[in-house]
Each structure stands twice: as C-alpha cells, then as structure tokens.
C-alpha cells in the first residue's frame, strides 16, 4: 500500500502543521508517533498528548483505499528536511515497516498499531458554534499571551480566559503581577461562554493561526475546546478552576493622563534596563511638568538615567514597576501611540491605546 506520493514540499508542510504538540520523550511511546489515516484518495494526520490533538487532511497521492497506522512524527520530518523541496517522496507500507523513498534514499521506519492510538474523546455537548478571521485571534492571542502566568501553583492563571457573550470575543491573561485585555466584535451574537485555554494549547494556536482572512470556527464545552480553521481541527482540554474577576482589577476613575509615543518609551525603557538588577527589574518612572524621567540603579551603584518630552498636566507622580512588565506591553503593541492613566504612587497603572476601548493593560506598581 503506498501511503503517499507527493513533492517533499506538500508532505512537510501537512506533518508540520500537526508535529507542534509532539513530544520526543514521552510515558506512551505511541505519542511520539503520527497517526496515518487514508480513505479513499485523502490522507488524515492526527497528533496527541492526551490534552491536545489536531487533525489535518491533505491530499497526497499514493493508492486510494482504507489503510492506517503510526510513525515517529520528529524522526518524518528530520528525514524529510534534509530532501530538496521539488523532490518526490513516496511512503509504502510493508510487514508492520513504513518505507519512505526520495531520489536514491531509502528508509526503513518501524510502525506502531493505529489501533493503539489514543484519539481525545470528543465532548458530546459543545456549544453553538461562532467564528472570526483568522489573523483578529493571532492579534488577540499576541496581545495577552505574553501576561500568562508559568508553572504558577494557581494554575487557572497558567492559560488564557476566553469570555464570548453577546457580539464580542474577549481574551484575558494575568500572572498576578499584571493583567492583559484585548477584545473583538463577532459578526453574530453567542449567548455567554467562558473557558480558560491552557499555555501549551495558546502557544500552539499562535504557531498555526496564520494573518489570512478565512475564518476560525470556534466551540466550547464543558472540559473541551474545539477550533477548525485551514483544513485543520483542533481538539483542547480547558484547564478547570474559576478566573480571577478582571472588571475589578481594571481601573476606571484614574485622573492623570499621559498620551506618548510608544517607540520613543520602549527604547528609553530597553536603554534604562541594562543597568538594572538582575532580581528585581525595578525602573523609576517620574511624571512633571511635561517630562518622564526614567532611571534605575543596581547593587553596584551603577545609575541610569533618561528623559522624555511628554504632554502631560497632572499631579507629579513618581512610580516604580517592573522594567519587563512595561517592554513586554510596549513590545507586542502595533500602535504609535499609548496611553498610560496614573492615580497615584502606589496604584495600579492602565496602559491604553487612544481612542480604542479593545485592549487594556493594567500593571502592579513595585516599591523600589
């Protein structure tokens, strides 16, 4: 049975969209292995860690029939990248070994019974179904994922809140220290659904969303999440346990207001950071009379200092925060300009972008 017969190209490309989530060394030795499933002249690949699966189908060739089984994903694709793109490379099936052939190589691989394959039980109640274009999930995802929590023993913060109510999609992410908000307008109304993402099930979205119009399906269940986008499923477990309330964490009433360039502050911010501690991270922020003044020091006495030319008329404010809490907002922002509203000394910050209630950043102060 000849499993495919394609360019090299084509085959990488569909092993590669499901290989993410696969992991060399693991307990079921089965899950380092892609699942081959043919029927009739299409080719599904499925990938699991118990947690997650996709599922992609591509049509590459070979015999048309019924025929499954299993291969090393990594050892495929580490074989196949070393062949020339407009290669032809064929996969035969002989006695329980998987034959893969380019050019004048040739490599016998050991199979794994399909039927030893653990496929994630899909939920039986998922809710309604609603969709929106790929690349506005790519940009939602980039604006909070870098605020998750890692390894955090609280761990409903090791993932991303999703809330769908009403025609509005919102993304949430908070490691305690910080909190990110970014939301968009679905083109049809959801009657209200929140689910959290697990870390490795967001990382892995952002791998595979692409900045294209077509849409993503999207649909929640009780323990399940399912996304269809590309030609392609996949299938995550949600991580259990109740989200902190963000509308509580997020600053309404705040009086000092400040609207500067983002690039100006970010460079000011990466200049003024390589003199701080390696432990702490903490930068002096000092609002007056239309200037930001900027600076740290260190354990060795070391001092930083820089200005900024800012439009600003509030009560002089001087704050510390964590230096990688602000790069990291800045960095993942497209805007020109940002928004940055103060209460006092020892509030929270909310970093805004002008004009656009979607994206909100709110940002402990730290005592330096």
């Known amino acids: 049975m000849q499993v495919f017969k394609a360019p090299q190209a084509q085959v990488l490309s569909a092993l ?5 989530i696969v992991e060399r060394r693991h307990t079921l030795p089965i899950l380092a292995n892609v699942l081959l499933r043919k029927q009739d002249d299409m080719l599904q690949l499925i990938t699991s860690d118990l947690e997650i699966q996709i599922r992609t189908v591509a049509e590459l060739g070979g ?9 090393g994903a990594r050892k495929l694709i580490d074989i196949l990248r070393t ?9 035969e099936s002989s006695q329980n070994k998987l ?10 691989l050991q199979s794994l019974p399909a039927e030893d394959f653990p496929l994630v039980q899909e939920a039986a109640n998922f809710g309604p179904q609603f969709s929106v274009p790929q690349k506005v999930l790519k940009q939602l995802l980039s604006q909070v994922s870098f605020a ?3 390894h955090d023993i609280r761990y409903y913060l090791n993932g991303i809140l999703f809330v769908a109510e009403g025609n509005k999609l919102s993304l949430v992410a908070t490691d305690g220290h910080r909190l990110a908000f970014a939301s968009a307008t679905l083109e049809s109304e959801v009657p209200k659904q929140e689910v959290i993402l697990p870390r490795k099930t967001v990382l892995e979205l952002q ?3 692409s900045d294209a119009d077509g849409a993503i399906d999207m649909q929640f269940a009780g323990n399940q999440a399912k996304f269809s986008f590309g030609g392609m499923e996949f299938v995550s477990k949600l991580v259990e346990g109740k989200f902190p309330d963000y509308n509580r964490v997020i600053p309404r009433d705040h009086r000092n207001l400040v609207t500067l360039g983002r690039a100006p502050l970010l460079a000011a911010l990466q200049r003024t950071a390589i003199l701080t501690s390696e432990k702490f991270k903490g930068v002096r922020l000092n609002f007056d009379n239309a200037t930001l003044r900027i600076a740290c ?7 930083a200092v820089d200005e900024l030319d800012i439009d600003y008329a509030g009560n002089p404010i001087e704050i510390g925060f964590n230096v990688t809490y602000l790069m990291d907002v800045l960095g993942n922002m497209g805007q ?3 928004q940055i509203a103060l209460q006092d000394n020892n509030s929270s910050a909310l970093v805004t972008i002008p004009d656009n209630d979607q994206f909100k950043y709110v940002v402990m102060p730290m005592r330096i």
């Not at 590669?16 to 993410?20: D, E, F």
């Not at 050019?103 to 016998?108: A, C, D, N, V």
């Open 16 to 20: 590669q969209s499901v290989a993410g």
């Open 63 to 71: 015999d048309a029939g019924e025929f499954s089984t299993t291969v």
């Open 297 to 303: 020091n260190n354990a060795e006495q070391e001092e």
């Open 336 to 338: 020109d300009m940002v």
């Open 99 to 108: 034959i893969l052939k380019g050019g004048k190589s040739k490599f016998t």
């Open 207 to 209: 791998r595979l969303l």
């Open 148 to 150: 998750m929590a890692v």
């Open 83 to 91: 062949m020339p793109a407009d290669q032809i490379v064929t996969l």
